[in-house]
């Protein structure tokens, strides 16, 4: 009898973990959340711009080590630091925001490490065109934001691209070929 008392303990117990840990949406803080990217200009130095808008949603089930993303970059918003540049790089030979406003990335396959996201494994549509892209998490951590009083998690992302993958050719090789794109990431829980 006492066996099966013992038994029906760890039943509710295991049945109440799981309600706990459902999974819990977040929605992307666009104060603190900024894409950027990094590429060699000329070969003598690296020139980094920056998103200033971005949205999206994060999906997490740490439980079940379980999870999603879906960000939209506003590609209009990109800034250089000078608003010549901003020009240029919006203009047709680079993120031709006239015709593609917007830059995404979806995943429904987060990779974990314990109960931690360490990956992300999804689509990133730039120029209309479509890849997979793996994107790794770092410092990923969550708390009670001391403000909000919400639950809030946050992490630095990175991942590399190839942008003559995406059809952006105009200066290879003079500005790199290669992309490091970067972000943190902060967002509260809905």
């Not at 549509?125 to 892209?133: M, N, R």
């Not at 630095?156 to 990431?185: C, H, N, T, W, Y």
Request: with cysteine; aromatic share 8%.
């Amino acid at each position: 009898m006492k066996q099966v008392r013992i038994a029906m303990a760890v039943t509710v117990a295991l049945a109440a973990s799981s309600a706990w840990a459902a999974p819990e949406t977040f929605t992307i803080d666009p104060n603190h959340t900024y894409p950027m990217f990094e590429v060699s200009h000329f070969g003598i130095s690296t020139q980094r711009g920056r998103f200033e808008k971005s949205s999206g949603k994060v999906v997490l089930d740490r439980a079940a080590r379980r999870g999603s993303i879906d960000l939209t970059i506003d590609a209009r918003s990109v800034s250089m630091g000078f608003e010549e540049w901003n020009v240029h790089v919006r203009g047709e030979d680079l993120f031709n925001t006239a015709n593609f406003p917007t830059i995404t990335f979806k995943s429904n396959k987060l990779v974990f490490e314990g109960d931690k996201p360490i990956a992300a494994e999804g689509e990133f549509t730039l120029l209309g065109v479509t890849k997979p892209l793996r994107l790794q998490i770092a410092n990923f951590a969550c708390t009670e934001h001391p403000l909000l009083k919400k639950p809030y998690c946050g992490a630095e992302v990175s991942a590399q691209i190839k942008r003559s993958d995406f059809g952006m050719i105009k200066g290879i090789p003079l500005v790199g070929d290669e992309v490091r794109l970067l972000s943190p990431v902060e967002a509260l829980k809905d």
